[in-house]
């Protein structure tokens, strides 16, 4: 069984710009969440996706925005990126949208310059 | 959503239990105690979760105080592997299904 897989492991990109992170969920689980990690912080969540809808966001702005996809996986897209954007960017998936455990990807560390 | 309470950083030495308290004392009758974990370099993992009864499994045990306010996860023989960040979240019904993390506890694990 293959688990929660991210891309890319690390990303370097500078103000302004706009940055796609993808997410590959666990087989037979139907629901994504990401979430943000500021360093020495907790995760903090962004949105999460049940079989292609948003089913639930936190508080982050409208350039924060995502994609489900027929298969599960996901990604999030990061637009006029911010230094503050610079994180730790996380992908857990879940068998389904419910109180379920959540399986987590080891995350895609991006650096904003 | 319900707050938890956990000790900043706590050390253990090797092959010795450890127990990581949790305090939350505004907990709801349906919300679940979950427990992850955050190695250094990897992204959280789960390690247990419970309702009002005590819990075991391969990882670990979670001791739920009978008024539900405390929780104690308690790992029986600490390893060099267990050095993580523990995180005590309430799995609160929002319409959101997130988990909710605080800072969590830094264990160190001393040879």
Redesign the interface.
């Known amino acids: 069984e293959t688990g929660?897989t991210q891309s890319p492991t690390h990303l370097i990109k500078t103000r302004g710009q706009q940055v796609t992170l993808r997410c590959s969920s666990q087989s037979g689980h139907n629901?994504v969440?990401w979430?943000q990690q500021a360093l020495g912080?907790?995760?903090?969540?962004i949105f999460?996706y049940y079989r292609e809808e948003e089913?639930?966001?936190?508080n982050f702005p409208p350039r924060f925005s995502g994609l489900q996809f027929p298969n599960y996986s996901s990604e999030l897209n990061v637009n006029a990126l911010e230094l503050d954007d610079s994180a730790l960017y996380?992908c857990?998936s879940?068998l389904s949208?419910?109180?379920?455990?959540?399986?987590?990807?080891?995350?895609t560390r991006l650096l904003v310059l | 959503d319900a707050k938890t309470t956990q000790p900043n950083s706590m050390e253990s030495n090797e092959e010795e239990p450890v127990h990581l308290p949790c305090n939350h004392s505004t907990i709801s009758g349906t919300d679940y105690i979950h427990w992850y974990r955050q190695l250094p370099s990897q992204g959280p993992e789960y390690v247990i979760h419970g309702l009002t009864s005590n819990v075991n499994n391969r990882m670990a045990s979670l001791a739920i105080a009978e008024d539900r306010k405390s929780s104690t996860l308690i790992l029986h023989r600490a390893t060099l592997r267990d050095a993580a960040v523990y995180y005590c979240i309430l799995g609160r019904d929002t319409g959101r299904r997130a988990l909710t993390f605080g800072s969590g506890t830094r264990l160190q694990v001393q040879p």
């Open positions: 929660v629901t969440s979430y912080q907790g995760p903090q969540f999460q089913n639930g966001r936190g996380l857990a879940s949208q419910g109180e379920e455990t959540q399986y987590f990807g080891p995350g």
